[in-house]
């Protein structure tokens, strides 16, 4: 009897395998961090970075979540429901004008950043064009190195305002309460400018060099991807919407993965390169929900809402 070695996979059917597998388990726990009636014991505690002092979130106008709720906490006492802060609950609407102020930023933003690269493609080829074939602009390195310093300059342009004034020194919502297994600072300065930027400036590049321009789909979804992080910046920092926040980290999730698999049609390595940096924005989308669930309405007791609420004129 002649024993046959059984084929090994392709690397096609690997990367399936893993992506199923890392998607189960990433939906399992954000099941768990959404769900605050699962049964499964959560190891973390309430931390907050400066308990004595009070969110500027809560000296604004507070946000209503669950409006039948406070409607029947209300109900006992004299005249319409209100909030804790006395505020009518029937009088808060969906804030149209917020999601069309987010939905504008990030398309004016995402076309521009989409116009630079078409600019890029016109300079570098009558750049190739003119230097010699040996020359500095014709090394991937350097191609890299400008693709990241593009990246990073797209990354700090946004529409909407993404930084405040600082209160005390600090600038990082002194009274929002974080998860007890929220990582230090550096694992943060170490993973974004150099496991998550980098990886996308080599996996554009690796594109570009595939296609034969920067303006390709894969860049055009990386540029939508660049713009959701802005108007989550604002959201985030400024607005302090954690459950709108929370929304828009999911989207962020959602627009890489459909980076990598673009950038996999084209090239199998950059895709799954571009992949592997999915694990750290899952962390942050499960950060972001375990925040959220931390952090209830001042004024209700209930999470914050998911969509932006204001009062009704």
Not at 117 to 123: E, H, L, P, R, S
Not at 262 to 280: K, N
Request: hydrophobic fraction near 40%.
């Amino acid at each position: 009897i002649t024993h046959h070695p059984s084929p090994s996979p392709s690397p096609i059917t690997t990367m399936k395998l893993t992506n199923s597998t890392t998607t189960t388990l990433y939906l399992l726990v954000t099941i768990f961090l959404i769900d605050p009636s699962s049964g499964i014991s959560r190891p973390f505690t309430l931390k907050s970075s400066n308990p004595q002092q009070q969110s500027p979130k809560s000296m604004r106008e507070p946000l209503i979540t669950n409006k039948s709720t406070v409607a029947r906490q209300n109900s006992k006492s004299g005249g319409g429901p209100k909030d804790n802060n006395g505020v009518d609950v029937s009088q808060v609407v969906v804030d149209y004008g917020a999601i069309l102020k987010y939905t504008t930023a990030l398309t004016i933003q995402a076309t521009l950043s989409i116009g630079m690269w078409m600019c890029v493609d016109w300079g570098y080829l009558k750049m190739k064009a003119a230097l010699p074939s040996r020359s500095i602009s014709n090394h991937r390195w350097f191609r890299i190195v400008l693709t990241y310093f593009l990246n990073a300059t797209v990354g700090l342009f946004n529409l909407l305002p993404t930084t405040s004034d600082k209160i005390d020194g600090r600038t990082n919502s002194p009274g929002r309460i974080r998860p007890s297994w929220t990582p230090p600072g550096w694992v943060f300065v170490l993973m974004w400018p150099l496991f998550v930027f980098g990886t996308r400036a080599w996996t554009m590049v690796v594109v570009a060099d595939r296609v034969g321009r920067f303006v390709n789909p894969v860049t055009i979804s990386m540029m939508v991807h660049f713009a959701i992080g802005g108007v989550w910046s604002h959201v985030n920092r400024i607005e302090e919407q954690l459950g709108v926040s929370m929304i828009l980290l999911y989207a962020l999730f959602a627009s890489k993965a459909y980076t990598a698999w673009l950038a996999w049609q084209i090239d199998p390595t950059a895709g799954i390169a571009l992949a592997c940096t999915l694990s750290w924005l899952g962390a942050a989308a499960a950060l972001g929900t375990a925040t959220w669930r931390l952090n209830p309405d001042p004024a209700t007791g209930q999470t914050q809402p998911l969509v932006p609420m204001t009062m009704k004129k």
